[in-house]
Each structure stands twice: as C-alpha cells, then as structure tokens.
C-alpha cells in the first residue's frame, strides 16, 4: 500500500460509461489522495456520449477521457496499484491480468446504464441511477483513511462498499 497518494483502477467490459464514471467521480473527490484510473476487458473504444453528458452536468471534467484495455495497467511501466475495482458483473468473472503492486480487490457491481434500451429518457435515468450509486459509494470510499487501517480491516471495508445501494 503506498502512501500519500493511491492509485485506484475502475474496471468493466466496455469501459465507455461505469468505469469512465467512477474514474473521474474518484479524481474529483479524492482531493489528490487518490488517483483513480479506469480500463476494460474489451474496451469499446469509445466513452458512452450519455457517460459524458452526465459528467459535463455534474460540472466534472471530460477531456482526455477514452476507453482503454486493461492490459495498459498490467505493464510493468504501469503505475502500481493500491486497489482493483469492477464496476460490473461480467468483469467480476473474467481472470484479471497480474497488475503491478499489490492491489487490494473489491466488486461494486452497478447495472449497465449502456446496456438499457429504450426512449432517451429511460437512458438517461439509467445513466443518472449509475452515477448516483457510483457517486455515494466513492463517498464512502474516500472517507475510509487506507492510511489508518489495517490491510485486511481495508479489504473488508472496500468489499462492504460494494453492498451500499441507494
């Protein structure tokens, strides 16, 4: 575990809209105590237009984002990372690469908000209802402290996050 700043990796399928979320929701809260990444089995190679329209409301920053595999993250000029995230059940499943460091993993499962179909009203709730749960969860992930807890008190508490519905 590194101290001072952790590095935190968001994973799904796709990585065009959960992930993405979660990456930038971190950046913004984590208040440079973290730094969140975010990276996908079989990235889409595209951000959702409807992930990027919800963060451009929220105020939170777009530019630069892009889908990417997590294979970017496996390297060994990666950076090491303190914690491995999936954002969604078929990743959960899927054997993750070896990433450098020693991360602490933990599933937040969120339904896919892409995934709906529908009017765009409908996908733009589904998006809104992803992004709320994301967001109360990376709440309580940044008040955790990893500083002040014990590695396996750590693990229970970010697993336990994954729990927390709306």
Request: hydrophobic share 40%; proline share 8%.
């Amino acid at each position: 575990m590194s101290q001072g700043v952790y590095n935190v990796l968001f994973l799904c399928t796709g990585n065009s809209a959960r992930s993405i979320m979660a990456e930038v929701l971190l950046n913004a809260f984590g208040q440079g105590r973290f730094r969140a990444f975010s990276a996908g089995s079989h990235p889409t190679g595209y951000v959702h237009p409807l992930a990027l329209d919800k963060l451009a409301k929220e105020g939170l920053p777009t530019e630069g984002l892009r889908s990417k595999s997590w294979e970017e993250f496996a390297r060994p000029e990666a950076p090491p990372l303190d914690f491995v995230i999936t954002v969604c059940d078929q990743a959960k499943g899927e054997p993750c690469p070896v990433f450098p460091g020693r991360p602490i993993t933990a599933h937040w499962g969120v339904p896919d908000p892409a995934a709906v179909v529908g009017s765009e009203g409908e996908k733009r709730l589904a998006f809104a209802k992803a992004y709320a749960l994301l967001e109360r969860r990376i709440s309580l992930f940044v008040n955790l402290h990893p500083e002040n807890l014990e590695r396996l008190a750590l693990e229970q508490k970010v697993r336990a996050i994954g729990e927390v519905q709306l």
